[in-house]
């Protein structure tokens, strides 16, 4: 069973020290999805939301909550991110936003949790802008798809819904 890195020998939490590893170019890929009644779809797809523009608003949110990750997680480094990057994919069949987030760094550490929480601001942000027509959307499968560098290696989702 691997070690938990966060956790001391006591069992408290700790921040990992990262100062002596190597800084090597990282990238995570993160998905989630929105699920939304067919009229909330159109709406969003249409640019017809009261409160504008949701897709462009949710991508801000993604790459501004990316950028501040180590604020709302707490053991989480403050990193300089070199990229972030947000794409929907708008999946009319199932009345749903599928959302992809793209973070990069030139860095000691990773950015998975970095590119997950710029798909959860993302799809809290579509809520957020949608929630006056439609309070039974559902944000579900947020998680990561791939990673790559770091000192576990790369990652590769095999299901990637």
Do not use: W
Request: proline share 3%; aromatic share 4%.
């Amino acid at each position: 069973m691997k070690k938990l890195t966060h956790i001391d020998k006591k069992g408290l939490p700790k921040m990992v020290d990262v100062g002596s590893k190597p800084s090597t170019q990282r990238e995570a890929v993160a998905k989630g999805s929105v699920y939304m009644k067919k009229e909330t779809f159109t709406l969003i797809t249409e640019g017809s939301v009261q409160k504008g523009d949701v897709l462009s608003t949710a991508k801000i949110a993604g790459i501004m909550a990316a950028k501040r990750t180590a604020d709302i997680i707490p053991l989480c480094h403050p990193l300089n991110i070199t990229s972030a990057d947000i794409t929907f994919n708008l999946d009319k069949r199932k009345n749903r936003i599928v959302i992809e987030s793209r973070v990069k760094i030139t860095g000691q550490t990773g950015v998975e949790m970095e590119a997950l929480t710029a798909v959860s601001a993302a799809a809290l942000t579509i809520y957020d802008m949608c929630k006056a027509v439609d309070k039974e959307m559902t944000i579900s499968d947020i998680m990561l798809v791939e990673k790559r560098s770091g000192k576990s290696g790369e990652f590769k989702r095999k299901n990637n819904p």
